[in-house]
């Protein structure tokens, strides 16, 4: 079952004086949290007055936060989004959504579960486990298929993967 809200984040530390807060993301990039009119601080909506990117980072200013005392009282919570708020192309997938599918290769054998999507600068690695751990990366010379309804990625692999 999908999570009606998704983690994207935790607000590292306050950002001036003026109750802005810097929120470290956990998704793809602070760009794509940056859309979002509304963030959820430890579940609880907060409207979003203002939102920039600065060094990786989003600084947001949130309706109900106007100082640095209030914004210091939300360090170290995490920020999430509501699911059906996020605007994703056809071929992105959530992480979320994808993590535990079983992995099977090009014959229909299973390969593992996908266990971890390990997030690097040159891309994600996906990290499968069966009979041994097996790392992938998620390019589509090797990702052939992701079907997160279905709970299946379909991969092609290669001698020593």
Same mark, same amino acid.
């Given at each position: ?9 935790? #607000?590292?530390?306050?950002? $001036?004086?003026?109750? %802005? ?23 609880? /909506? ?29 360090? $170290? ?11 994703? /192309? ?7 959504? #994808? ?30 486990? $069966? ?9 589509? %010379? ?20």
């Amino acid at each position: 079952m999908k999570q009606p809200f998704l983690e994207a984040g935790r #607000i590292v530390s306050t950002f $001036g004086i003026r109750g %802005e807060v810097k929120i470290e993301p956990w998704c793809d990039s602070a760009e794509f949290l940056q859309g979002f009119s509304v963030l959820y601080v430890q579940g609880k /909506p907060r409207e979003v007055a203002s939102a920039r990117v600065h060094k990786g980072m989003l600084i947001v200013r949130f309706q109900d936060v106007e100082d640095v005392n209030t914004a210091m009282a939300l360090k $170290g919570k995490v920020v999430s989004f509501r699911r059906e708020d996020a605007k994703l /192309p056809a071929d992105r997938v959530f992480i979320a959504d #994808i993590l535990g599918s079983t992995v099977l290769d090009e014959s229909g054998r299973e390969v593992g579960r996908l266990e971890d999507v390990l997030v690097l600068p040159a891309g994600n690695v996906y990290v499968v486990r $069966g009979e041994r751990e097996h790392m992938i990366p998620a390019v589509p %010379e090797f990702i052939l298929e992701t079907d997160p309804e279905q709970g299946v990625i379909r991969v092609h692999m290669i001698e020593g993967m």
